[in-house]
């Protein structure tokens, strides 16, 4: 006999999404486990930006009282550890653990995020979410007037580059490669002065993250303090596609309808791992809405005559 409690909802990803729909079903008197593994992806970052109340905080000390305030509601129950499976047995959701622990519960929630996959060049991990940045609107204005350039190619580039040219009025394209832009992006980029270098880079040099200079492969060097890219990325859990839930084409996300629903009845989904637009403000708002539509479904089906 399975001695686990039948829990209302269980949610894996216990960072900003997950704890939003905790809150919101803490605060519905739900019976609640998140599993959350601890690897947020803008841990590396010392600040986050663009968020009302809250701007300029280090992430971890966001989380950290975003977690204390959410298991003061007591239905809510936080568990450190990493899911590596589910199943639904008789419409009942369990999810296991890598202690070969099982969890039960009426609905699941993936708050699981995406994984950004670092390309093999020396010093760039390093220098992830502190120097080598994925995002203007998170971390542009604290590098106004810092010697900047842009790491990426043909149409992706010119769109970025478009868009930065806002920030930074001086302004490296590192193709790393030969350029592929169009003749006609390229000479609108040089009408922005935008400086472009098709050396093949090796690699970073920085202190502590904080980026000193582009490595070139022919040994060369150029002073840099700041790198803009697009990484790849994945699904931070393979548990919901293993589900059945079905992925959107090309990215890859989760796909969710606007109550934050999957393809699969009773999963839900929310922030990172479901939408291109990745801000912690989006996750929350995501996580909110997911919480209380878990909670009408629960309430809808308790209604239901048998
Ligand atoms: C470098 C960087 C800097 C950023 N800076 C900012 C910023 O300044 N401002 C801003 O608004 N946004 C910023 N963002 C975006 C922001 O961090 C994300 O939008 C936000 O963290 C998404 O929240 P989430 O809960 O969806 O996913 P995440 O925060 O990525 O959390 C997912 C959680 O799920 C857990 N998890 C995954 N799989 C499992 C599993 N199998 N079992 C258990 N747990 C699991 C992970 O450990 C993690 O704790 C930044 C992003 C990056 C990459």
Redo the contacts with the bound molecule.
């Keep these: 006999m399975n001695e686990q409690p039948l829990y209302d909802v269980l949610i ?7 704890l939003s729909a905790a809150m919101a079903l803490g605060r519905s008197c739900r019976q609640v486990l998140i ?8 841990q ?2 010392p ?5 009302l109340t809250h701007d300029g905080e280090p ?1 971890a000390a966001l989380l950290a009282r975003s977690k204390e305030q959410v298991l003061r509601y007591p239905t809510v129950h936080f568990l450190e ?4 499976s589910g199943t639904k047995d008789a419409g009942v959701f369990e999810i296991m653990t890598d202690t070969n622990a099982v969890y039960r519960a009426k609905k699941l929630l993936f ?4 994984t ?1 996959i670092m390309p093999e060049l020396s010093g760039f991990a390093d220098c ?2 502190i120097s080598i940045l ?2 203007p609107y ?2 542009g204005y604290e590098v106004l007037g810092q010697e900047t350039a842009l790491l990426g190619n043909g149409a992706m580039a010119f769109e970025f580059c478009r868009l930065l040219l806002n920030w930074h009025k001086r302004l490296t394209l590192l193709t790393n490669g030969q350029c592929t832009l169009t003749e006609e992006e390229l000479q609108q980029l040089r009408r922005f002065d935008v400086h472009i270098v098709e050396q093949e880079l090796s690699g970073f040099r920085h202190r502590e993250g904080r980026l000193q200079a582009v490595l070139f492969r022919d040994g060369t060097e150029l002073p840099m303090e700041a790198v803009y890219t697009k990484t790849a990325f994945k699904q ?2 393979a ?1 919901p596609e293993q589900m059945n839930c079905t992925l959107t084409e090309g990215h890859g996300f989760i796909q969710v309808d606007d109550l934050q629903r999957s393809s699969v009845p009773g999963i839900f989904a ?4 479901t939408t291109f637009f ?6 929350i708002a995501a ?1 909110g809405k997911a919480g209380a539509c878990i909670n009408a479904e629960l309430s809808e089906e308790a209604f239901k005559v048998e």
């Design positions: 894996v990803g216990g960072s900003f999404a997950g599993i959350d593994s601890g690897h947020p992806c803008n590396q970052s600040q986050a930006h663009n968020l992430p550890g990493r899911a590596v708050a699981t995020g995406v950004d992830w979410g994925h995002c998170c971390h931070h859990s548990i929310a922030g990172d791992n990745r801000a912690i403000s989006g996750a996580g």
